[in-house]
């Protein structure tokens, strides 16, 4: 205590304060938390302030700061005021505290994963149906993204009111492998309808070999003697317009199957195509709607 009635005092004191974070930019976000001191007494005379600025105090406690962990103050502002309720008079001072996340960990650990897991989806296009291992690959791809929406549950509150600009991303990636999905087993669906002649003509060949494997044995003499009593001139004559007829019918089934067009196949090209488009330009289109709302915002 001065004779001059001011009165100048040490007290340290470690307060913990909570702020509600807004995480609709996560991880590229910034938070700003309120640290508001109100004097006890009403005199008017009593003004609460600083002994610092606000510059001195963001280098002071930037030197004082142990471990910042993901995050790193950026500035720090005061603020004097006071509040008046009828009679009564409090003096006030405010610390406006500015922090910034450091992302780079939840950048390598979660969207460059992220995207190149859709990079494999759009390179999967690139595999035939017929192979079988298109499909195999997608349900991959959309497991490798379920593993990746449960490591976000677990790092987002589930308080938030709105939906987080990342967690968008994650729906609409793992929307647009589910779909992709959907389309490789309709595309699958539809080559398997394919009307396609291949089982008549196997039969067709298969009774023409047996007729000719009996025509070399008839002519090497590999003839059982019962049947050599019937007259063999007609017999032969008889196959002979068997065989003649087997051809005719496996001649008009190929080039029924070759004029014939394959109308489901060229419906699944069709799907596959379209889709692989509208795929590529949603997956761009998004994408760019997702950086101008992270720098933007």
Known sequence: MRPDGSMFTFLRQRLTFTCRFDLYKFPFDSQVCNITFISMNTVRSLVLGSAINGSVLM?????????????????????????????????TLSYTVTLDRKPFLYVINFIIPLVYLLF????????????????GFKVTVLLSISVLLLILKDILPSTEVDLPVIANLCVAVFTLVWLSVLESMLVSFLLNLDPCCDKESKKIYMKKDINVHKEA????GQVKPEQSFFP????GDVELLKLILEEVKAARQEAGCQKKPRCYRRVA????????VGYLLTFVAFVMHICFGWMNL
């Not at 044995?217 to 090497?220: G, I, L, M, W």
């Not at 090209?269 to 692989?276: Q, Y």
């Open 120 to 135: 494999l989806d759009l390179a999967s296009f690139s595999i035939s149906v017929d192979s079988g291992e298109k499909f």
């Open 59 to 91: 280098v002071t406690s930037t030197q004082f700061m142990i471990t910042q962990g993901e995050w790193g103050l950026k500035d720090i502002e005061l603020v004097s005021g006071n509040i008046t309720n009828g009679w009564r008079y409090h003096s």
């Open 232 to 235: 063999l001139g007609k017999l």
């Open 217 to 220: 044995e008839e002519e090497n």
């Open 269 to 276: 090209t069709i799907i596959d195509n379209l889709f692989f």
